[in-house]
């Protein structure tokens, strides 16, 4: 039946996606970017993503929860859409998301450059340590005893 098939291509819909347009009810045509144009009126209705976007190009540099009011889009989704890249963020909209070990200003993913370096660089290291310290564990104790009794003379 047409109808199953027409069902099916809809479940594949973005999130937050419109259906009909707002003003005069018409049917809607995607035109990229999350934009869906009202082929009645040509009113502009937008999904999740289009709205997000939308939202960023007029408030370079807002931050995720206030994104989140305006637009009535949930942060979670709106994380999401920034990790899945989907959103490239400009370089003027840059502080909307930071590093999550250094704070620098970031345009997509969870740490800068930098840090994702050192994230590799300490978890190789953890592992070592965890090695190397079943072998030492023991001699700290001894070592320390003489000093510490020395300081208390003072
Ligand atoms: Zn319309
Ligand atoms: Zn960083």
Do not use: W
Not at 19 to 43: A, D, P
């Amino acid at each position: 039946m047409a109808d199953e098939n027409g069902n099916r291509n809809r479940a594949a819909i973005a999130p937050g996606m419109p259906v009909r347009c707002s003003e005069c009810e018409g049917g809607l045509n995607y035109r990229g970017l999350g934009q869906y144009v009202c082929e009645k009126c040509g009113h502009i209705e937008m999904d999740d993503y289009g709205k997000v976007r939308a939202y960023l190009e007029e408030h370079p540099g807002a931050m995720q929860r206030d994104v989140s009011i305006a637009t009535g889009v949930p942060t979670a989704r709106i994380r999401q859409l920034l990790l899945d890249e989907r959103i490239e963020i400009s370089a003027a909209s840059g502080i909307f998301l930071n590093c999550e070990m250094c704070g620098a200003p970031l345009r997509s993913g969870v740490r800068c450059k930098e840090c994702e370096q050192k994230y590799k660089a300490k978890i190789e290291q953890e592992k070592k340590a965890n090695r190397v310290q079943n072998q030492i564990s023991g001699h700290a104790a001894t070592q320390n005893k003489g000093a510490g009794e020395m300081r208390f003379l003072k």
